[in-house]
């Protein structure tokens, strides 16, 4: 696992389309591409770092750590944030991938903050809510938060950087551990790690 974090954006993708081929359905290599062009020019908080490099490593950690052969989980894997982050419609994600693709990544989209309400409150009822949706979604979310643990060094406060990772431990580890157990140790560990770190 920690060999991804030594590889640049073509050696990701690489990686990944060896693994997947051009022939499963939904298309992986489509939505490798659907990812490049509608987060063009964006880069990771904290970093200069393309931000599809997140979206490629959350993908690997889904085939290479939690051992998921399902497209659908792997195109999830790379278009989580474009309802978030990007231009790119749930119509638009349905019409290319189909409706299992567009409703995992719904689910994978935080609601706006409401004005009463802090981002602790609102994450950690998110991840309460991510229950509802399914073992895929939340085997995807614990990718895509394994991920922004092990590249969190420059992206938040102190303050953030406690709150996140008190969520990833009382919001996620536990739905973790009820939908993949190798998903959860390398989370627990992570966590672990960091908390250690202070």
Known sequence: MKELY?????????RLLSHVGTSMWPPVHTALETARKAHDGQVRKGSQEPYLNHLLRTALLLWEVADQRNAAVIC???????????????????DDFGHQVGDMVRAMTQPPLKEDENR???????LEALRWE????????????LDNLLTMEGAFTAE???????ESREGLLPLTLACNTALYHALKDTIADAEAEG
């Open 160 to 166: 953030r950087r406690a709150e996140y990772l008190l």
């Open 134 to 145: 399914g073992r895929d979604v939340q085997i995807v979310k614990s990718a895509d938060r």
């Open 76 to 94: 999830t894997g790379l278009l989580h944030d474009t309802l978030e982050d990007t231009s790119l419609s749930i119509d638009e994600i349905e």
């Open 120 to 126: 602790l409150e609102r994450n950690l009822k998110y």
């Open 6 to 14: 030594t590889l640049n954006q073509e050696q990701l993708e690489e």
